[in-house]
Nanobody, 119 residues
Framework: QVQLVESGGGLVQAGGSLRLSCAAS????????MGWYRQAPGKQRELVAIISSGGSTNYADSAKGRFTISRDNAKNTVYLQMNSLRPEDTAVYYC?????????????WGQGTQVTVSS
């Protein structure tokens, strides 16, 4: 069984920073793309940023210039550095990973971590 465990959420004032982490655990797997999504109350889940196994990145317009996604393949971990946070960034943040095992590739999701930005 593969699990994704997130950490790093919390309460921060507008203009502040947070760093989210998401670590994959389990056995006999390889990780392809990894990403971060978020869901604010009453809204649909939306993409924040994704990173390929080779390190190529893509960001939502709202994240460009403020957020940085990175990964440590040796640790099976993806990070999201969030700077210049705004109240509208308040949401539950979820990581995901496309994970390959002997029977194929599946998308796994973390449990989510709350980020609250106060004005």
């Amino acid at each position: 069984q593969v699990q994704l465990v997130e950490s790093g959420g919390g309460l921060v004032q507008a203009g502040g920073s947070l760093r989210l982490s998401c670590a994959a655990s389990g056995s006999d797997f390889s990780i392809n793309a990894m990403g971060w999504y978020r869901q604010a109350p009453g809204k649909q889940r939306e993409l924040v940023a994704i990173i390929s196994s080779g390190g190529s990145t893509n960001y939502a317009d709202s994240a460009k210039g403020r957020f940085t996604i990175s990964r440590d393949n040796a640790k099976n971990t993806v990070y999201l550095q969030m700077n210049s946070l705004r109240p509208e960034d308040t949401a539950v943040y979820y990581c995901n990973a496309d994970i390959s095992r002997t029977y194929g590739t599946l998308r796994y999701w973390g449990q989510g971590t709350q980020v609250t930005v106060s004005s």
